[in-house]
């Protein structure tokens, strides 16, 4: 009878995962929708990264942006509108092992979720956040919401948006412990790229604005911006984004900021003869509370007890 032989290598061949591996189902967005340049940019990076898929859970809330997680083949939680926030937190703080990447609308993060969206940004989890903002609602057909512009027309307000736009990078980059806040476009593949990997890398949240195209219900907001360049704000830095120089000669409008001037990006943020782009701000020593609450997880049921009933015994009388 013929046995294996003792000597022949069983090691598999070294894990090489491709796009493919991180497609899900297929996109139900809009032809020509800003989330689609998203999605590629995210699985790119993931490729690029080797990213195990079984180990990054992506969690959203409830818009089209939100249906993000069904389009990748990763773990996903498709929350409830406005909670992608705490449901991400949550995920990070019981499974520090996981990669994390939340994404949210205008609508979800800016409006009904803003609560979670402040008090997130404060605890400074390790998180990749994408706001993917389109300055409408998408997917209950096109109501205002807060980033829309002064007059821009919608069903909620047929006659023009009456306040002025909420600001979603002033707003981050007012809150305490705010660690990493950039912004880029859809429409730019290199920038868009390499965003998302700084936001990536860093060790906290990191809060990305995406101005989206929504060619389906705000395709006039952005259109100038698409085929004119001068229309955005290049900022340039050896600590910001990384850009080949190439690409970066292209912006005709460019400033030299320092994303370590919390009160400069605060100015920049503000601006709005131009929409800027790059890194507003990082600190990568801000605290973070997904370290704090994470402590203990590798101990036993047992050791937790004991851990437990000396805390208590300390309050006996
Ligand atoms: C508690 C609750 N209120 C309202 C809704 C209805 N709703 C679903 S998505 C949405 C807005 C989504 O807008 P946004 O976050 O900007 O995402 P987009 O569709 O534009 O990507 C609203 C109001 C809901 N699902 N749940
Ligand atoms: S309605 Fe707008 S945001 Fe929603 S899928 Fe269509 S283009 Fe995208």
């Given at each position: 009878m013929?046995?294996?032989?003792?000597?022949w290598?069983?090691?598999?061949p070294?894990?090489?995962?491709?796009?493919d591996?991180?497609?899900?189902a297929?996109?139900?967005w809009?032809?020509?929708?800003?989330?689609?340049?998203?999605?590629?940019?995210?699985?790119?990076l993931?490729?690029?990264?080797?990213?195990?898929?079984?180990?990054?859970?992506?969690?959203?809330?409830?818009?089209?942006?939100?249906?993000?997680?069904?389009?990748?083949?990763?773990?996903?939680?498709?929350?409830?509108?406005?909670?992608?926030?705490?449901?991400?937190?949550g995920?990070?703080?019981?499974r520090?092992?996981l990669?994390?990447?939340?994404?949210?609308?205008?609508?979800?993060?800016?409006a009904?979720?803003?609560?979670?969206?402040?008090?997130a940004?404060?605890?400074?989890?390790?998180?990749?956040?994408?706001?993917?903002?389109?300055?409408?609602?998408?997917?209950t057909?096109?109501?205002?919401?807060?980033?829309?512009?002064?007059?821009?027309?919608?069903n909620?307000?047929?006659?023009?948006?009456?306040?002025?736009?909420?600001?979603?990078?002033?707003?981050?980059?007012?809150?305490?412990?705010?660690?990493?806040?950039?912004?880029t476009?859809?429409?730019?593949?290199?920038?868009?790229?390499?965003?998302?990997?700084?936001?990536?890398?860093?060790?906290g949240?990191?809060?990305?604005?995406i101005?989206?195209?929504?060619?389906?219900?705000?395709?006039f907001?952005?259109?100038?911006?698409?085929?004119?360049?001068?229309?955005?704000?290049?900022?340039?830095?050896?600590?910001?984004?990384?850009?080949?120089?190439?690409?970066?000669?292209?912006?005709?409008?460019?400033?030299?900021?320092?994303?370590?001037d919390l009160?400069?990006?605060?100015?920049?943020?503000e601006r709005?003869d131009?929409y800027?782009?790059?890194?507003?701000?990082?600190?990568?020593?801000?605290?973070?509370?997904?370290?704090?609450?994470?402590?203990?997880?590798?101990?036993?049921?047992?050791?937790?007890?004991?851990?437990?009933?000396?805390?208590?015994?300390?309050?006996?009388?």
């Open positions: 013929q046995g294996l032989r003792r000597d290598p069983v090691e598999p070294p894990r090489q995962c491709t796009l591996d991180y497609r899900g297929d996109p139900r809009c032809p020509g929708c800003g989330d689609h340049a998203v999605l590629g940019a995210v699985q790119r993931a490729r690029d990264r080797q990213l195990a898929p079984e180990k990054v859970v992506v969690a959203s809330g409830i818009g089209c942006s939100s249906r993000f997680p069904h389009y990748m083949s990763t773990y996903g939680f498709h929350g409830l509108h406005g909670r992608a926030f705490p449901v991400a937190c995920v990070r703080s019981r520090p092992d990669d994390v990447f939340m994404v949210t609308g205008d609508g979800d993060c800016c009904i979720g803003t609560a979670h969206w402040i008090h940004i404060r605890y400074n989890m390790k998180l990749t956040v994408l706001l993917l903002d389109n300055n409408v609602y998408g997917l057909k096109n109501q205002t919401s807060p980033t829309a512009s002064t007059g821009q027309r919608s909620t307000h047929p006659r023009g948006s009456t306040l002025p736009p909420l600001n979603p990078i002033a707003v981050t980059l007012g809150i305490s412990n705010a660690s990493f806040v950039a912004q476009v859809d429409w730019n593949p290199p920038h868009l790229d390499a965003t998302i990997r700084a936001a990536y890398d860093h060790p949240t990191a809060f990305v604005r101005l989206q195209r929504c060619p389906h219900f705000t395709s907001v952005f259109d100038q911006a698409l085929h004119d360049l001068g229309q955005v704000l290049f900022m340039t830095h050896p600590a910001g984004i990384p850009m080949d120089a190439m690409h970066a000669a292209r912006f005709p409008k460019q400033v030299l900021h320092d994303p370590g009160a400069e990006a605060r100015t920049l943020a709005d131009a800027p782009i790059g890194l507003f701000y990082r600190n990568p020593n801000a605290s973070r509370y997904d370290q704090i609450t994470s402590q203990g997880l590798s101990k036993s049921p047992v050791e937790k007890l004991a851990a437990v009933e000396q805390l208590i015994e300390r309050f006996a009388i």
